[in-house]
């Protein structure tokens, strides 16, 4: 009796993506619900529906790595397929797109945007045989330029930069801006740069609204003790009767009046409790314009240097033409510029009869306008959102409520814009069968994202739940969800965090162990999709940063509790990585004395210090691993061996070929 296989609950949302091949999509599609095998099944329909060929069709990721593993997942499918195959036909259908699958287009966007450079790098005014610059060289050239044009003398540009930092700004700040510009040039459109100068009159107004207030307090109060009157009368005393050529006397009124303390006064010290509220209002509002002024004073400021900006970053990005070099964010604005030419952009979209894109809420508006271009119909227009698309010839999946890359230029309503293009001629649909979590967590995701994506996003635009897969197991114990927290500490304002992290370690220390003691605890194995019991390396500690990580791993050492970090930084400074390197240095130098002493002390050689001693005493101080006399130790001589042939490989071999040499000698592996 065969086993009843329950479908998903959205598989009919599932089986139209799969099937309505000459429809365009979007398709979101939460973690965990199958998306890369419902892109596998559409590219593999789309492949049969056109001439059985995979080559005019186009899958973007937004990793290599993922690009490789759709690759893969694509080539399964295809050998799944032509195995169960049992016609003729079927077989020559699936072994044509196997023979040519190698030359399917699945890459990350830039990978496709290089490609289209280097056939139109003429038209690109680029060198054909153009490289990619590195980051390290491509920021030390940035830097060289940045510094240059500061040397240069330039009174626009200082008249700003002074303003910036008589603002609260510093210099080291210009810095960090512009490199986040430069980051940012290929989504930065100067068009809509708008220098937004402050008026006269706007200040006069505000002078004389403070002089105004304060003689209504003159007037209506009858204690000059009273803080809000004191905070009128210190605000009118400092106002500045000249500050043409001083604009730090109005900076600084304007930035010590915005952060008085509002709502000051009593009404004892007041003639009537209306003439007080009556005051604190217009109080508020004299706090409010000059927040705002401040405000205005630093967008027309930042616009200005912009514009500087503007021009400096145009010459880093000719050195590099002139040398036959692009940058990671050139690919996409270079190709972008290509495609606004509908001559050129009617003969690349030519190409290519379907665009599939995966993580779509990632992508920036570039990348987005990129693509919309090559889904376009030809057409004479320039601006990508008056096209309209080809039907059928541009899906999309994506989920908004991963949207994290909000810093590269990738947000909601970016796709939320893309959607609504794609729909003019498309179709939605929506993936929420979950295969990868358990109900409780799932569970506590549509809680948490239904009460804060509601309150941040409008009405028309509501969450959408995704469903537990209800045949998979539920583990134990519920809630699958908890906060922990230790009964051994309270915080206060005088509690250390060093004190909060320990009392963390040991809480989650607690858990660890408590999970391997009680046989009631279990997780669902990923492959067998069975209860199983939990082991230590189900746990997954995520931290912001690995600061003071030690505090975590020390407590897991009191517990027993075996662990691995990844990532972070202070794998190198650990005593293992620390022996390593001086095992390295004394291998690549055999004069570093110090090294050889690491190195031969060290877990991998494990000599003591007395035969370190002798073997100095015999070399009369030389300590050269190179000279294995017979009057040095047999203690010591097999360290000094090794040394001494892992040396004579650094001229003959690779760093990492040397490596795997040294731990198969030292026997560390």
Not at 278 to 285: A, H, M, S, Y
Not at 604 to 628: C, E, H, K, P
Request: glycine share 4%; with cysteine.
């Amino acid at each position: 009796m065969s086993r009843k296989i329950s479908l998903p609950i959205d598989e009919n949302q599932r089986n139209i993506f799969r099937t309505n091949l000459g429809t365009s999509f979007t398709a979101e599609a939460g973690a965990g619900t199958g998306k890369t095998s419902l892109l596998v099944d559409r590219l593999i329909g789309l492949a049969l529906h056109h001439g059985n060929s995979l080559a005019r069709i186009v899958a973007i990721t937004y990793t290599e790595k993922a690009a490789e593993e759709l690759f893969d997942r694509i080539r399964q499918g295809l050998e799944v397929k032509l195995a169960a195959s049992d016609s003729i036909g079927d077989i020559k259908k699936f072994s044509d797109i196997l023979a040519e699958i190698e030359t399917a287009n699945i890459s990350t966007i830039h990978g496709l945007a290089s490609s289209l450079l280097h056939d139109r790098a003429i038209q690109a005014e680029i060198d054909p045989e153009f490289n990619h610059i590195e980051p390290k060289d491509e920021n030390i050239l940035f830097n060289d330029v940045i510094l240059k044009s500061l040397k240069t003398p330039d009174k626009a540009r200082d008249k700003w930069l002074s303003k910036f930092i008589l603002l609260g700004g510093k210099l080291s700040s210009i810095l960090d801006f512009s490199h986040d510009m430069y980051d940012k040039r290929h989504i930065l459109n100067y068009q809509k740069l708008k220098i937004s100068a402050v008026e006269d009159s706007t200040i006069i107004d505000i002078f004389d609204t403070t002089r105004q207030l304060f003689n209504f307090a003159l007037s209506n109060c009858h204690n000059q003790t009273d803080k809000g009157f004191i905070n009128i009368a210190e605000a009118t005393q400092l106002l500045p009767l000249e500050y043409a050529g001083q604009p730090e006397i109005l900076y600084n009124w304007l930035d010590h009046t915005a952060s008085m303390r509002k709502n000051a006064g009593s009404q004892n010290n007041w003639d009537t409790k209306e003439n007080l509220i009556l005051f604190k209002k217009d109080f508020e509002i004299v706090k409010s314009r000059a927040t705002e002024l401040l405000a205005q004073f630093r967008r027309e400021t930042i616009e200005n240097i912009l514009i500087w900006l503007k021009s400096t970053l145009s010459d880093v990005q000719r050195i590099k033409i002139s040398q036959g070099k692009i940058g990671f964010s050139d690919q996409l604005s270079m190709t972008h510029k290509l495609l606004i030419s509908p001559a050129i952009r009617s003969e690349i979209a030519n190409r290519y009869q379907r665009l599939l894109i995966d993580e779509f809420q990632d992508t920036d508006p570039l990348q987005v306008e990129i693509a919309l271009y090559l889904a376009a119909v030809h057409s004479l227009e320039k601006s990508v959102f008056d096209l309209q698309l080809e039907p059928g010839k541009l899906s999309v999946v994506g989920d908004p409520k991963q949207s994290i890359y909000r810093f590269r230029g990738a947000d909601i309503d970016t796709y939320n814009q893309a959607a609504r293009q794609i729909l003019k001629t498309g179709n939605s649909i929506q993936i929420i069968q979950n295969f990868r979590s358990s109900k409780g967590v799932i569970e506590f995701i549509n809680a948490f994202f239904t009460s804060n994506w509601n309150s941040i996003y409008p009405a028309d635009d509501p969450y959408t739940e995704i469903a537990p897969d209800l045949n998979r197991p539920q583990p134990n114990p519920e809630p699958c969800v908890t906060v922990l927290s230790s009964k051994k500490i309270n915080p206060d304002e005088k509690t250390k965090v060093d004190d909060l992290r320990f009392a963390e370690a040991t809480a989650i220390a607690g858990v660890i162990c408590r999970t391997q003691q009680d046989p009631f605890w279990t997780i669902v194995d990923p492959r067998s999709k069975r209860l199983r019991r939990v082991n230590t390396g189900d746990f997954a500690l995520l931290f912001p940063t690995t600061t003071r990580i030690d505090i975590y791993t020390g407590v897991f050492d009191q517990y027993d509790i075996p662990f691995q970090i990844e990532g972070g930084k202070n794998f190198f400074r650990s005593q293992i990585a620390t022996e390593f390197f001086s095992c390295l240095k004394a291998v690549d130098n055999p004069a570093d004395r110090l090294s050889v002493i690491a190195a031969l002390r060290s877990r991998f050689f494990a000599v003591n210090d007395r035969d370190i001693f002798l073997w100095q005493s015999d070399t009369n101080g030389a300590m050269d691993y190179r000279n294995t006399s017979t009057e040095i130790s047999d203690k010591i001589k097999p360290a000094l061996k090794i040394l001494h042939k892992l040396n004579l490989l650094t001229s003959v071999t690779s760093v990492d070929q040397l490596i795997n040499v040294f731990l198969e000698m030292t026997m560390a592996i």
